[in-house]
């Protein structure tokens, strides 16, 4: 996943703005400018003064500006988003109040090179706050959100500062500006209309306290989340509840109880997502019933951690923000910029998907079925036995035993000799770790990135061990911003929630955890190869339903014949993995893809559904809107629960992919078509690598994203690649 973050940073403005990291939307803690009503007093107590040995103040001094955080303390973090704030609210302003005429050069240059200070603070903050965050980080959290959000206002909504942009933008055929300075123009005038710069001052008013409230709610959900997650770890006491788990997960197990003060007893920690790990290997049923509706029911207990009040006031608010913006609803308003353009059109491509996926998946629910019959187990699948008995089928039918599979992926040994060999197969990319660049975390490894020429081009971070502190999932984002115009050079970041192995063991990776590595530095990818002049068109500032692409893209190498057997080593012996294992794991391609898909779907509906309310709706019961939804999308099968309930759909009340989790499936009809190209054209070889490289990943959001993709492919994306690789049609058969 790519971590969006609604920033200001020069012009990526709007709130449905497309770059990386999360929610945090801005506010205003300084005066309005002129032009603009005056912003209404903070509640909040007065935030510290900034230090003047604040280490955000200054650029930093380390290799390509990545921040110093040996240097960084919890308390510098507040006191430097208020006072970057200040300074980028007076860089704006100078730039609205200029009485030369406008142009591009005084106008848009200047918008692009201001909020240096919030960039550096902001983008250290995301990362800190998402995987290792604290108390303190928490409480700075809630407390700037709003202000963000205000802040961000400000400058959306800054009467002089639009007149300005407006009239560079009705100018703009004329001007002979290149391509991507014209895309600049293009991008910010739509983002300020689409953010409330041509409303009424009295709806203007209306919006910002709506966003203010909305970014509030955003960030207490968000901690909320955490906490429950944390809290919804299952305990035991007996060792014999977890019979089936592997030695090093009973002994990660024991580890995590340790570190919550439960000496002698073992807690198995919750993911993001509904299903979890050890439901595959749990041969206890009461066990696997437990942890499923742990997770199930992590965020409504009715206690401090309950999210289903904060999610259907979040719905509302911005049903609301769509119809002051003239938007039926909010998906109708979030997707105007994206390439599907209507939620209609996204909802009817899904539909295309949905009954093919329900009906493979009911197939594969009878195969568990019939294990369950066979071992006389007496009682009919249910979720938390789908991971357990799916296990046994695929057994049964590849002879593949996932624990056998593990052993021949190490974590470092997938990193280096699969991920890092893959992006020099096809780029030509080197990579040397650097023990000398701080980290936030001392799991974090930090490496070099050498272009093909053997020219420094990037810093790379990764945290992959899950933590209590630590949020669901896996995502990536930058700390530096690539940018000609500022002169900065990529540095990026993958966070991922793998098992941390017991002291001495191995950390070995199950599949998935595989293909999470590669989707993660797919987007590493697109952030260390983007070339463009403006950091709001840098790398992964695109459409959500395009972003997704060159990490889903990636995935397709994990598999490809040379990379896997670089990586696919056992680990005790080096031994490369058998060829007969080898061909049971690509003849288990397509195994459970039906409920992969529809868990993916179900899960993109309800996102759908909820931002297609309108703002005369009532406030949702939670609970009930989402089984509504679900059996009104035909896609509400017992046994294939979605991939993420309502009351922790992180991505969509928290990471800025509300109506926008279609761009997961969106994103793998262009991805598995692009690796069809490839095919087409010799698959791994360096030719297509630097082309992709030159047409696609380093492009950013400096042209139409349909026409990109077009003119790199040569012709619009297919579903039938999708289709035939995720298992939802069978492939015609050769004569």
């Given at each position: 996943?790519?971590?969006l973050?609604t920033?200001?940073?020069?012009?990526s403005?709007?709130?449905?703005?497309?770059s990386?990291?999360?929610n945090e939307?801005a506010?205003q803690?300084?005066p309005?400018?002129?032009?603009t009503?005056p912003?209404?007093?903070?509640?909040?107590a007065?935030?510290?003064?900034?230090?003047a040995v604040n280490p955000?103040l200054?650029?930093?001094?380390?290799p390509?500006?990545?921040?110093?955080f040996?240097k960084?303390?919890?308390?510098d973090?507040?006191?430097?988003?208020?006072?970057?704030?200040k300074?980028?609210?007076?860089?704006?302003?100078?730039?609205?109040?200029?009485?030369d005429?406008p142009?591009?050069?005084?106008?848009?240059?200047?918008?692009?090179?201001?909020g240096?200070l919030?960039t550096?603070v902001?983008?250290?903050?995301?990362?800190?706050?998402?995987?290792?965050?604290?108390?303190?980080?928490?409480k700075v959290?809630e407390?700037?959100?709003p202000?963000?959000a205000?802040?961000?206002?400000?400058?959306?909504?800054?009467?002089?500062?639009f007149?300005?942009?407006e009239t560079?933008?009705?100018?703009?055929?004329?001007?002979?500006?290149d391509p991507?300075?014209k895309?600049?123009v293009d991008?910010?005038?739509?983002n300020?209309?689409?953010g409330?710069?041509?409303?009424?001052e009295?709806d203007?008013?209306?919006?910002?306290d709506?966003?203010?409230?909305?970014?509030?709610?955003?960030?207490?959900?968000?901690n909320?989340?955490?906490a429950?997650?944390?809290?919804?770890?299952?305990?035991?006491?007996?060792k014999a509840?977890l019979?089936?788990?592997s030695?090093g997960?009973?002994?990660?197990?024991?580890?995590?109880?340790?570190?919550?003060?439960l000496?002698g007893?073992?807690?198995v920690t919750?993911?993001?997502?509904t299903?979890?790990p050890?439901?595959?290997?749990?041969?206890d049923r009461?066990t696997?019933e437990?942890?499923?509706?742990?997770?199930?029911d992590?965020?409504?207990?009715?206690?401090?951690?309950d999210t289903?009040d904060l999610?259907?006031r979040?719905?509302?608010?911005r049903?609301e923000?769509a119809k002051?913006?003239?938007?039926?609803?909010?998906a109708?308003?979030?997707l105007?910029?994206?390439?599907a353009?209507?939620p209609?059109?996204?909802?009817?491509?899904?539909?295309k998907?949905a009954?093919?996926a329900?009906?493979?998946?009911?197939k594969?629910a009878k195969d568990?079925?019939?294990?369950?019959?066979?071992q006389?187990g007496?009682?009919k699948?249910?979720?938390?036995?789908w991971?357990h008995?799916?296990?046994?089928?695929?057994?049964?039918?590849y002879?593949?035993?996932?624990s056998?599979v593990?052993?021949?992926?190490?974590l470092?040994?997938?990193?280096?000799?699969g991920?890092f060999?893959a992006?020099?197969?096809?780029y030509?990319?080197?990579?040397?770790?650097r023990k000398?660049?701080?980290v936030?975390?001392?799991d974090?490894?930090?490496?070099?990135?050498f272009?093909?020429d053997?020219?420094?081009m990037?810093?790379f971070?990764?945290?992959y061990?899950k933590r209590?502190n630590?949020?669901g999932g896996?995502?990536?984002?930058?700390?530096?911003?690539?940018?000609?115009?500022l002169d900065?050079?990529?540095?990026?970041?993958n966070?991922a929630n793998f098992?941390?192995?017991?002291?001495g063991q191995?950390?070995l990776?199950?599949?998935?955890?595989?293909i999470?590595?590669?989707?993660?530095?797919g987007?590493?990818?697109?952030?260390?190869f983007?070339?463009s002049?403006?950091?709001?068109l840098s790398?992964t500032?695109t459409?959500?339903?395009?972003v997704?692409?060159?990490?889903?893209?990636n995935?397709?190498?994990?598999?490809?014949?040379k990379i896997?057997?670089n990586?696919?080593?056992?680990?005790?012996?080096?031994?490369?993995?058998?060829?007969?294992?080898?061909?049971k794991?690509?003849k288990?391609k397509t195994?459970?893809k039906g409920?992969d898909?529809?868990?993916?779907?179900g899960?993109?509906?309800?996102?759908?559904?909820?931002?297609?309310?309108?703002?005369?709706a009532?406030?949702q019961?939670?609970?009930k809107f989402?089984m509504?939804?679900?059996?009104k999308?035909?896609?509400?099968l017992s046994?294939?629960?979605?991939?993420?309930?309502?009351?922790y759909?992180?991505?969509?009340?928290g990471?800025?992919?509300?109506?926008?989790?279609?761009?997961y499936?969106?994103?793998?009809?262009?991805?598995?078509d692009?690796?069809?190209?490839?095919?087409?054209k010799?698959?791994l070889?360096r030719?297509?690598?630097?082309?992709?490289?030159a047409?696609?990943?380093?492009?950013?959001?400096?042209?139409?994203?349909?026409?990109?993709?077009?003119?790199?492919?040569?012709k619009?994306?297919?579903i039938e690649?999708?289709l035939l690789?995720?298992?939802?049609?069978?492939?015609?058969?050769?004569?």
């Amino acid at each position: 996943m790519l971590r969006l973050r609604t920033l200001v940073i020069a012009t990526s403005i709007a709130l449905a703005a497309c770059s990386q990291q999360s929610n945090e939307q801005a506010q205003q803690s300084a005066p309005a400018p002129a032009s603009t009503a005056p912003a209404k007093a903070s509640t909040a107590a007065p935030a510290p003064e900034v230090s003047a040995v604040n280490p955000f103040l200054e650029q930093s001094t380390l290799p390509f500006q990545a921040p110093p955080f040996d240097k960084i303390k919890d308390g510098d973090y507040q006191p430097a988003f208020e006072e970057g704030m200040k300074q980028h609210l007076v860089e704006i302003q100078k730039i609205a109040d200029n009485p030369d005429a406008p142009t591009f050069e005084n106008t848009f240059v200047p918008m692009e090179k201001s909020g240096r200070l919030m960039t550096r603070v902001m983008q250290a903050f995301n990362a800190v706050s998402s995987a290792n965050t604290d108390d303190t980080l928490q409480k700075v959290m809630e407390e700037e959100a709003p202000k963000l959000a205000e802040h961000q206002d400000a400058i959306v909504m800054n009467d002089k500062l639009f007149a300005r942009i407006e009239t560079i933008y009705n100018q703009r055929d004329s001007l002979k500006l290149d391509p991507e300075s014209k895309r600049l123009v293009d991008v910010t005038y739509k983002n300020f209309v689409r953010g409330g710069a041509k409303l009424s001052e009295a709806d203007k008013t209306k919006l910002k306290d709506l966003n203010k409230e909305e970014s509030s709610l955003s960030t207490q959900f968000t901690n909320k989340l955490l906490a429950a997650t944390k809290a919804g770890a299952v305990v035991v006491d007996d060792k014999a509840k977890l019979d089936g788990m592997s030695d090093g997960d009973i002994a990660a197990a024991a580890e995590a109880a340790k570190a919550r003060k439960l000496d002698g007893k073992w807690a198995v920690t919750l993911q993001n997502t509904t299903q979890q790990p050890a439901l595959e290997s749990l041969n206890d049923r009461a066990t696997r019933e437990q942890l499923f509706k742990n997770s199930w029911d992590r965020a409504e207990h009715g206690d401090a951690n309950d999210t289903r009040d904060l999610i259907a006031r979040i719905a509302q608010i911005r049903a609301e923000q769509a119809k002051l913006l003239g938007y039926p609803n909010y998906a109708a308003w979030k997707l105007e910029d994206q390439m599907a353009k209507t939620p209609e059109a996204a909802i009817g491509f899904m539909d295309k998907l949905a009954p093919a996926a329900t009906a493979r998946a009911e197939k594969e629910a009878k195969d568990i079925q019939d294990v369950i019959d066979q071992q006389k187990g007496g009682f009919k699948v249910e979720a938390w036995d789908w991971e357990h008995y799916s296990e046994q089928v695929r057994k049964a039918k590849y002879d593949l035993d996932e624990s056998q599979v593990k052993q021949y992926f190490e974590l470092d040994n997938v990193l280096q000799n699969g991920v890092f060999y893959a992006a020099n197969q096809l780029y030509g990319l080197t990579f040397k770790e650097r023990k000398d660049i701080p980290v936030w975390q001392p799991d974090v490894r930090v490496f070099e990135v050498f272009d093909k020429d053997g020219t420094s081009m990037a810093l790379f971070y990764c945290d992959y061990f899950k933590r209590d502190n630590k949020n669901g999932g896996a995502w990536m984002s930058n700390l530096v911003d690539q940018s000609k115009l500022l002169d900065t050079k990529p540095v990026v970041f993958n966070v991922a929630n793998f098992t941390k192995p017991a002291p001495g063991q191995p950390a070995l990776l199950s599949s998935d955890d595989v293909i999470t590595m590669f989707h993660e530095f797919g987007h590493a990818l697109h952030g260390m190869f983007a070339n463009s002049q403006y950091p709001s068109l840098s790398g992964t500032a695109t459409a959500r339903d395009f972003v997704e692409f060159p990490s889903q893209f990636n995935e397709h190498w994990a598999s490809d014949p040379k990379i896997f057997a670089n990586y696919a080593k056992n680990y005790k012996t080096g031994e490369p993995m058998p060829q007969e294992l080898v061909d049971k794991l690509k003849k288990s391609k397509t195994f459970n893809k039906g409920y992969d898909m529809t868990e993916l779907v179900g899960a993109a509906l309800l996102d759908m559904s909820w931002h297609s309310l309108s703002a005369d709706a009532p406030k949702q019961d939670p609970d009930k809107f989402e089984m509504d939804a679900l059996t009104k999308a035909k896609i509400n099968l017992s046994y294939v629960p979605p991939r993420y309930r309502s009351s922790y759909f992180q991505h969509i009340w928290g990471n800025g992919y509300a109506a926008g989790y279609y761009a997961y499936l969106w994103t793998e009809m262009l991805a598995d078509d692009a690796f069809q190209g490839f095919e087409d054209k010799g698959g791994l070889t360096r030719e297509n690598g630097d082309r992709f490289r030159a047409m696609i990943l380093s492009q950013g959001n400096t042209q139409d994203l349909a026409t990109l993709y077009k003119n790199w492919r040569g012709k619009d994306p297919s579903i039938e690649p999708m289709l035939l690789n995720r298992g939802l049609k069978e492939a015609p058969q050769k004569k």
